[in-house]
């Protein structure tokens, strides 16, 4: 249970409350607070202020907040007065059932960046155990009396360094490199700019040490690619196809698995051609990445208004619809500044102003917000928390799942057995096609993803995923022990090998990188995804760190076996602690009010009221309908304009106490 803030030091007020403690379980929109002239008078200020008219006229940036503000009354309204075009309502029918496929121009070109950028990190990552040899480690039969342990933590270290340093560094990158460089591209420009001269650099090492150099600064590469990519794809990307955009996240590593893996079939002898060869799509990244439009939430963050609107008018493809998105986004981040306020007083004087909030405050707020102090946010304000906790389980729960045992170290399960370990320096051609195999099952079996990531959700995809992962994980550690001839093991240890690939890549393989890049405040965005990113990959540098040991003293039965248990706990606490964010296509900006329910609520609801329903629903074949956690207050009826103040059905007193119509009381 979350320890709830002192209210006597600090009075909770509406919009603070349900970002903090949303014990109303309400996604709000704060333009329905305000009458309809109010929002116009308000949008006809912004417009003047910030130089729109260069850009898009007052008339349809008024449109655009009154569509923002309640799609089904301005729709009647305009189909009524006849001012709706056949082209506008097109495009809002469309949006409610298109296809990535049938997405913008634009919006293809970011998510052909962002595909490359994931292909160049799996590319990273491939059958790397033929180079221990040339650079003078004996890792021939490595067990605890023929080999010097030395030389396997050499060999160890040096393909765990790359994970270390982006855990360390290159993660945490992201949001100086977005405040220096100005934005997500310029961000991902200089994270392929690491790669590309690490991988050139590893083809001319002639050492480990030096090896192990160039890999740190490929892992710095890795790690600030790792946290800008996903959060460029999730801002740019419509709500409603937000998890299938973001999906290509893991399609592109998986297919950059496989690519490494064929590399390693074509050139099985040079380990320089198979290290250097993401040389080759850092490059292209790098002169893609040119190409794209910046982010536009990144945009509004900035005040760049005029160039926010330019890019959603590209992506949406439409000026009503860009007019839309750029008004509600700037009014949801208004809100997310009573995060940051520091005195009652402020709190007060913000919630009276939304979404009248002049812009320079926010800036002014989230200014005084420096990199530091953003990190501690991270584990102080109740809803930035939840989403650092959320992300944390997600991303633990992948490795915990046991994937990159086979990913990092594929070639030595696959020519292991329990009686005589070993880690081969010349890996047979029989075990790089299996390592191919489970780089090409798992990037063809991320494509399922794309089908029920936005209806069914991240986290049902999470859950489903691990629980599958468990029979097959088991399977695969004993398929070490099921046959005493050598061919038939590989052939059973690669069928469970598959399936195990199957059940991981849509759900765990998909979700963790997609689920952290949506789920915090705009301002603590990217530290927050420095903060997952560097979870994953520390996780990921543990384990290639210690796997080689962990084989030889458990056997491959054993180490799988230990990872089948953690597998099952990580299905445990994703089901408890992580918040669902997708039945409702929810907006980035919504999500603040998702992480505003406390984390012993949501606790509460699955113990109390989604496990029995799940029993009676499935065991006793009962139709009673489950109650939904979160209600979408997407049915508020349109408010009258009797008042004159922007909150005027939930007027905020100086003495900290609300009135709102409908419920009324004193936070």
């Not at 209210?7 to 949303?22: A, D, G, I, W």
């Not at 986290?459 to 550690?477: C, Q």
Request: proline letters at 4%; one cysteine or more.
């Amino acid at each position: 249970m979350e320890p709830r803030q002192d209210k006597s030091s600090k009075t909770e007020l509406p919009f603070q409350q349900l970002l903090n403690h949303n014990d109303t379980r309400v996604i709000e929109n704060p333009l329905r607070r305000v009458a309809e002239e109010h929002v116009v008078e308000w949008i006809k200020n912004f417009h003047g202020d910030n130089g729109l008219h260069c850009v898009i006229d007052v008339a349809t940036l008024i449109r655009g907040a009154r569509l923002a503000r309640q799609e089904e009354i301005f729709r009647t309204k305009e189909i009524a007065e006849g001012t709706l075009t056949e082209v506008e309502e097109r495009a809002l029918d469309k949006e409610k059932v298109t296809t990535i496929w049938n997405e913008t121009r634009e919006l293809k070109i970011i998510l052909l960046i962002c595909c490359l950028g994931s292909v160049l990190q799996g590319a990273i990552v491939g059958a790397n155990t033929t180079w221990p040899r040339a650079l003078g480690l004996d890792l021939e039969q490595y067990g605890p009396r023929q080999t010097s342990g030395k030389d396997v933590w050499k060999f160890s270290a040096t393909n765990a360094i790359v994970y270390f340093a982006a855990s360390t560094v290159g993660a945490f990158l992201c949001d100086p490199l977005t405040e220096i460089v100005t934005g997500r591209r310029a961000a991902i420009f200089v994270a392929a700019l690491f790669t590309f001269v690490a991988s050139i650099g590893e083809a001319f090492a002639h050492d480990w040490r030096a090896l192990l150099t160039w890999r740190f600064f490929l892992g710095i590469g890795m790690g600030a690619k790792s946290s800008v990519i996903p959060i460029y794809e999730s801002e740019v990307s419509p709500a409603r196809l937000r998890g299938q955009v973001l999906t290509s996240w893991q399609t592109g590593t998986a297919l950059g698995i496989a690519i490494s893996g064929a590399i390693a079939l074509i050139v099985p002898g040079s380990w320089k051609y198979q290290l250097s060869s993401s040389f080759i799509p850092a490059f292209a990244l790098l002169l893609l990445v040119l190409v794209g439009s910046e982010s536009p939430r990144w945009l509004i963050k900035k005040q760049r208004y005029d160039k926010a609107y330019i890019v959603l008018r590209r992506l949406r493809g439409n000026p009503l619809l860009a007019a839309r998105d750029l008004v509600f986004i700037f009014a949801q981040l208004q809100v997310e500044t009573t995060l940051f306020m520091r005195t009652n007083q402020d709190i007060i004087q913000i919630e009276n102003r939304i979404p009248y909030l002049d812009p320079q405050v926010y800036r002014q707020q989230t200014g005084l917000t420096g990199y530091a102090r953003r990190i501690t946010q991270l584990f102080v304000i109740p809803r930035a928390r939840r989403a650092t906790l959320a992300s944390f389980l997600v991303m633990t729960a992948q490795q915990m799942s046991g994937i990159n045992v086979f990913a990092f170290l594929a070639s030595t399960l696959f020519v292991s057995s329990d009686k005589t370990p070993t880690l081969e320096t010349s890996p047979d051609k029989t075990s790089l096609w299996l390592y191919f195999a489970f780089g090409l099952a798992n990037f063809l079996s991320s494509m399922i993803a794309y089908f029920f990531i936005d209806t069914k959700g991240r986290r049902w995809l999470l859950m489903l995923s691990l629980a599958l992962m468990l029979p097959f994980l088991i399977g695969t550690a004993f398929s070490f022990k099921a046959a005493e001839d050598s061919s038939r093991q590989r052939g059973l240890t690669a069928t469970f090998l598959v399936l195990y690939t199957m059940a991981y890549s849509p759900g765990a393989g998909v979700v963790p990188f997609l689920y952290s890049s949506e789920i915090f405040p705009q301002i603590l965005r990217e530290v927050g995804m420095a903060w997952a990113s560097a979870v994953s990959w520390m996780g990921a540098g543990i384990l290639d760190l210690c796997v080689p040991a962990l084989i030889r003293e458990l056997t491959p039965t054993g180490l799988l076996c230990l990872f089948a248990g953690t597998d099952a706990l990580a299905l445990c606490l994703v089901w408890l602690f992580v918040p669902g964010t997708e039945r409702q296509q929810a907006t980035m900006e919504e999500m603040n009010y998702v992480f505003g329910v406390a984390t012993h609520r949501h606790m509460n609801y699955q113990t109390k009221e989604v496990a029995p329903w799940c029993y009676k629903h499935y065991i006793l074949r009962r139709k009673d309908a489950l109650d939904p956690l979160y209600r979408w207050d997407r049915q508020r009826e349109d408010i009258d304009g009797t008042s004159n103040g922007p909150l005027q059905n939930g007027r905020i007193n100086q003495n900290g106490s609300t009135s709102i119509r409908g419920r009324s009381g004193t936070t």
